[in-house]
């Protein structure tokens, strides 16, 4: 059987199972077995399978059909054009999470986005190139909770290598994850220095971390506890420790926050993904606890996603 026959044998069974892309879901399991890029795949559909990847890639058809996400099955998940490693242990990254990595690479750029407006797509770098804005960010120090795959503080140090990065789970298998991750895609293959990489602190919250931040960012566990049981099959498979955010989904929100003020330097910004029905409670908690000029940041839906708050001066 050819790579192109069994796609097409894979996508059908993927149909017929109403997986919602079933082309694009049978091309990366097939690509990922066969270890090449989809786009290699497309191009060589003539090519030959070895006997043992027939079954090896219905298994996985099998997996998918029975709920599991792409993302669990190849073990890797693109965010922000860098491929992340992940696994059951932690939240699979998603493509709204990179509006939190936009909203503080416009703050350190020094830009800063009116409330409400979206932000701009343009400043993701397809390439993986140095983030222009970084010549502004030397020297400034950041701190990125609940980190899960370290999907945001890898992205954000990759933009802005000069840029001091500090990123923190409660869960030691996730924050395993992490720092594979940190050490394959900031690396570029070579052994890193101290400061070229990030440091990692396996916390609750701000506890076990010293010191004070120019910047703390978190995408935290903000879904309600009793919303979890309505959620999707494939979300229901990711770890509840990175979904639960409590009675409100604002439990760990709040603790960022107030902690927040005593970890931000003077003028420091906080940032918060959060999803867009509990944004004016998260402002008003910001405004009670003193934050100034709170801005909001639309999701690529156009729903308000991200919140930042300046630490007062
Ligand atoms: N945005 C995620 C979801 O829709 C929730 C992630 C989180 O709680 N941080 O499943």
Same mark, same amino acid.
């Given at each position: 059987?050819?790579?192109?026959?069994?796609?097409?044998?894979?996508?059908?069974?993927?149909?017929?199972a109403?997986?919602a892309?079933?082309?694009?879901?049978?091309?990366?399991?097939?690509?990922?077995?066969?270890?090449?890029?989809?786009?290699?795949?497309?191009?060589?559909?003539?090519?030959?399978?070895?006997?043992?990847?027939?079954p090896?890639?219905?298994?996985?058809?099998?997996?998918?059909?029975?709920?599991e996400?792409?993302?669990?099955?190849?073990?890797?998940?693109?965010?922000?054009?860098?491929?992340?490693?992940?696994?059951?242990?932690?939240?699979?990254?998603?493509?709204?999470?990179?509006?939190?990595?936009?909203?503080v690479?416009?703050?350190?750029?020094?830009?800063?986005?009116?409330?409400?407006?979206?932000s701009?797509?343009?400043?993701?770098?397809?390439?993986?190139?140095?983030?222009?804005?970084?010549?502004?960010?030397?020297?400034?120090?950041?701190?990125?909770?609940?980190?899960?795959?370290?999907?945001?503080? /890898? +992205? *954000?140090?990759s933009a802005?290598p #000069? !840029? =001091?990065?500090?990123?923190?789970? &409660? %869960?030691?298998?996730?924050?395993?994850?992490?720092?594979?991750?940190?050490?394959?895609?900031?690396?570029?293959?070579?052994?890193?220095?101290?400061?070229?990489?990030?440091t990692?602190?396996?916390s609750?919250?701000?506890?076990?971390?010293?010191?004070?931040?120019?910047?703390?960012?978190?995408?935290?566990p903000?879904?309600?506890?009793?919303?979890?049981?309505?959620?999707?099959?494939?979300?229901?498979r990711?770890?509840? /420790? +990175? *979904?639960?955010?409590?009675?409100? #989904? !604002? =439990?760990?929100?709040?603790?960022? &926050? %107030?902690?927040?003020r005593s970890?931000?330097?003077?003028?420091?910004?906080?940032?918060?993904?959060?999803?867009?029905?509990?944004?004016?409670?998260?402002?008003?908690?910001?405004?009670?606890?003193?934050?100034?000029?709170?801005?909001?940041?639309?999701?690529?839906?156009?729903?308000?996603?991200v919140?930042?708050?300046?630490?007062?001066?």
């Amino acid at each position: 059987m050819t790579w192109g026959e069994i796609l097409i044998q894979g996508t059908k069974q993927l149909k017929q199972a109403d997986i919602a892309s079933p082309n694009l879901d049978a091309s990366l399991l097939l690509a990922h077995i066969l270890g090449v890029s989809r786009e290699h795949l497309l191009i060589h559909g003539d090519r030959a399978l070895k006997p043992d990847e027939i079954p090896r890639f219905f298994g996985l058809v099998s997996r998918r059909i029975a709920g599991e996400s792409i993302a669990y099955l190849t073990g890797y998940k693109e965010f922000w054009g860098l491929s992340f490693q992940v696994s059951p242990a932690v939240l699979v990254p998603r493509p709204d999470t990179e509006i939190l990595v936009e909203a503080v690479l416009s703050f350190l750029q020094g830009q800063s986005l009116n409330e409400g407006q979206s932000s701009k797509r343009s400043q993701k770098p397809e390439d993986n190139k140095v983030y222009p804005g970084d010549r502004a960010s030397g020297g400034r120090s950041l701190l990125d909770l609940c980190t899960g795959s370290g999907a945001v503080a /890898i +992205a *954000l140090k990759s933009a802005c290598p #000069g !840029l =001091e990065v500090f990123a923190a789970d &409660i %869960s030691a298998p996730a924050l395993e994850i992490a720092r594979a991750n940190a050490r394959r895609l900031l690396s570029g293959g070579q052994s890193l220095h101290e400061g070229q990489s990030i440091t990692f602190y396996l916390s609750d919250l701000y506890d076990n971390i010293p010191g004070i931040f120019d910047i703390v960012v978190s995408n935290p566990p903000y879904i309600p506890s009793e919303a979890l049981a309505d959620l999707p099959g494939e979300v229901q498979r990711e770890p509840r /420790i +990175a *979904l639960d955010g409590g009675r409100d #989904g !604002l =439990e760990l929100i709040e603790k960022i &926050i %107030s902690g927040g003020r005593s970890r931000l330097t003077s003028g420091g910004r906080l940032f918060l993904e959060a999803d867009s029905g509990q944004m004016a409670a998260i402002a008003l908690i910001l405004e009670k606890q003193g934050f100034q000029n709170i801005l909001i940041y639309k999701d690529l839906a156009g729903l308000e996603r991200v919140v930042s708050g300046k630490r007062n001066e």
